[in-house]
């Protein structure tokens, strides 16, 4: 049977789910999806490496450790931060195609574990299996992986500012993790942002 803890609610009564009693077993069952993503898809790191995908990413990467500017010397679609993520590693490894991967296959499993533990307090262990289980069977392509994870890091940000008081450095640090991610899929931050200032609005409009 599912059990939540009691928490603050969304509105500052009520509750709002939590993780529920048995945490120890959730991070567990976390870890195992986690590990169940690096097992699955390790083996395929150096499966279908394209120019025009994966190379995409290591050209611009390549680029700046050259000594050239983002969007003023060369241009790209993507947000910087995936670009300055690769720069340092790439600095001490090498450019090698195989290290954007390796980097897209510890984002998925961090999907994957992420997407259990952010599920599990309003869902039974299941379902929020299911959920996580996602980036295993189901992944996206490996140059994107960042963008469900920037998603699922929007997500849990905004159920932060909504679990805790409006009138806290809460909100400050949301938006600090927002405006990191942002960095990453512009769109996703933006979305989350609305997100959170709808709900720190109707907060206050409540509390009035």
Not at 24 to 49: E, K, M
Not at 65 to 75: A, E, I, K, S, T
Not at 91 to 103: A, D, N, P
Not at 143 to 152: D, E, G, R, S, W
Request: charged residues 15%; aromatic residues 12%.
């Amino acid at each position: 049977m599912h059990q939540d803890m009691p928490g603050r609610g969304l509105w500052g009564q009520g509750t709002l789910p939590r993780l529920p009693r048995g945490a120890a077993v959730d991070f567990a069952l976390a870890g195992a999806l986690a590990t169940l993503v690096l097992a699955f898809h390790g083996p395929l790191l150096r499966v279908g490496l394209t120019l025009g995908d994966d190379g995409y990413l290591v050209y611009g990467v390549q680029r700046i450790l050259d000594g050239q500017v983002l969007y003023r010397d060369f241009d790209r679609t993507y947000a910087p931060g995936i670009y300055y993520l690769y720069a340092p590693v790439f600095r001490l490894f090498g450019s090698e195609l195989t290290h954007t991967r390796v980097g897209a296959l510890l984002m998925l499993a961090t999907l994957a574990a992420g997407s259990y533990l952010l599920c599990r307090p309003f869902a039974p262990r299941w379902a929020a299996l299911v959920a996580g289980a996602f980036p295993a069977f189901l992944p996206p392509p490996w140059h994107k992986a960042f963008v469900p994870l920037a998603i699922l890091a929007g997500l849990a940000i905004c159920r932060h500012v909504a679990s805790g008081p409006a009138r806290s450095m809460r909100p400050f640090w949301a938006g600090v993790g927002i405006g990191c991610f942002a960095l990453f899929r512009q769109e996703v931050g933006a979305f989350s942002l609305l997100i959170a200032a709808a709900t720190l609005a109707i907060r206050e409009g409540l509390a009035a």
